[in-house]
C-alpha cells in the first residue's frame, strides 16, 4: 500500500493551494481515501474523506472552503483549500479510511 502526498507550501491568508495523494499498490481502487493534517504540538485532525462513489464528507472545520475529488484515471485524490487561515498551517497526509498515513505529507504554511 502507497500513498504518496504532494503540493503544499506557503500560501497568504485568504490564498489557495492543492494537494495531491497518488496511490499505488494495492492502494490503487481504495474505496475510501482520507485527509488528516497535524499541527505541532496538537492532535491529528481527521478533514475528510472520499469514496469512489464520488461522495466526499468533511469536518466543520474545513466545510465550504477545502474540496476534496478523486481522479480514478490517475489513481489520484485532491485536497483543494481555498480561504486559507492561519489556523490550517499543519503536516497534511492522505491515507486509506482506517489506516494511518504513509508519509509524513506536505508542509502548509499560511502566513501574510
Known amino acids: 500500500v502507497q500513498l504518496v502526498e504532494s503540493g503544499g507550501g506557503l500560501a497568504q491568508p485568504g490564498g489557495s493551494l492543492r494537494l495531491s495523494c497518488a496511490a499505488s499498490g494495492s492502494a490503487v481502487g481504495a474505496n475510501v481515501l482520507v485527509w488528516y493534517r497535524q499541527a505541532p504540538g496538537k492532535e491529528r485532525e481527521w478533514l475528510g474523506s472520499?469514496?469512489?462513489?464520488?461522495?466526499?464528507t468533511y469536518a466543520d472545520s474545513v466545510k465550504d472552503r477545502f474540496t476534496i475529488s478523486r481522479d480514478a484515471a490517475k489513481n489520484t485524490m485532491y485536497l483543494q483549500m481555498n480561504r486559507l487561515k492561519p489556523g490550517d498551517a499543519a503536516v497534511y497526509c492522505c491515507a486509506i479510511a482506517g489506516a494511518s498515513c504513509w508519509g509524513r505529507g506536505p508542509q502548509v504554511a499560511v502566513s501574510s
Open positions: 472520499s469514496s469512489l462513489d464520488g461522495e466526499s
